[in-house]
């Protein structure tokens, strides 16, 4: 089984545009399926490893520092626990 190409924080541009004329996404997590984030108006993706690869016209290699990355649940169920 062959890796995969992208990580965490890498942009990528894919063959066909968003509905909002972006072309370029941010991975923010890897998994079963690779999630992304459209650059242009922050709509969220996910697609499989092999569409993703299929569908990917050029990569430019992430710094992990991305503020998309996941730290939290993204359905913002996290507990306040200063109550």
Aim: glycine share 10%; proline share 4%; aromatic share 4%.
């Amino acid at each position: 089984m062959t890796e995969t190409p992208f990580g965490v924080g890498d942009r990528i541009t894919l063959k066909k545009k968003h509905p909002c004329g972006g072309a370029e996404w941010q991975i923010y997590r890897i998994g079963a399926e690779i999630r992304m984030i459209c650059m242009t108006c922050e709509h969220r993706m996910k697609m499989s490893r092999k569409d993703a690869e299929r569908r990917t016209v050029s990569r430019i290699k992430g710094t992990g520092d991305s503020k998309y990355e996941m730290t939290a649940d993204p359905a913002g169920d996290e507990q306040d626990s200063a109550s």
